[in-house]
Nanobody
Framework: VQLQASGGGLVQPGGSLRLSCAVSGFTTDYYVIGWFRQAPGKEREWVSCTSSSDGSTYYTDSVKGRFTISRDNAKNTVYLQMNSLKPEDTAVYYC????????????????WGKGTKVTVSS
């Protein structure tokens, strides 16, 4: 399984970014994609998950109403639209994938891509 995240960068508070994750190597259409992040000096935390099959989505409380996870199955790509960004959203964001129940994604995923850095600063 290969995961390629992109789209990070520097943005001002209140701005937006869209992260992308290209997924390849799964032999099944039924898998879960999750976004995790790790801020400087902090532990890695779960951000959001979506299922490739039923479209179910979950978000950690701190990003609800601001972040939206979506997918384009034809392109095998998952997106994380991040709006109303805050300095506390600054982190390296990781795209992950696994064959788990969507809700279980928050507890850990088997496959990780290289992260993409998001910096929210004026």
């Amino acid at each position: 399984v290969q995961l390629q995240a992109s789209g990070g960068g520097l943005v001002q508070p209140g701005g937006s970014l869209r992260l992308s994750c290209a997924v390849s190597g799964f032999t099944t259409d039924y898998y879960v994609i999750g976004w995790f992040r790790q801020a400087p000096g902090k532990e890695r935390e779960w951000v959001s998950c979506t299922s490739s099959s039923d479209g179910s989505t979950y978000y950690t409380d701190s990003v609800k109403g601001r972040f939206t996870i979506s997918r384009d199955n034809a392109k095998n790509t998952v997106y994380l639209q991040m709006n109303s960004l805050k300095p506390e959203d600054t982190a390296v964001y990781y795209c992950t994938a696994d064959i788990v129940a969507t809700y279980e994604c928050r507890y850990g995923m088997a496959n990780w891509g290289k992260g993409t850095k998001v910096t929210v600063s004026s």
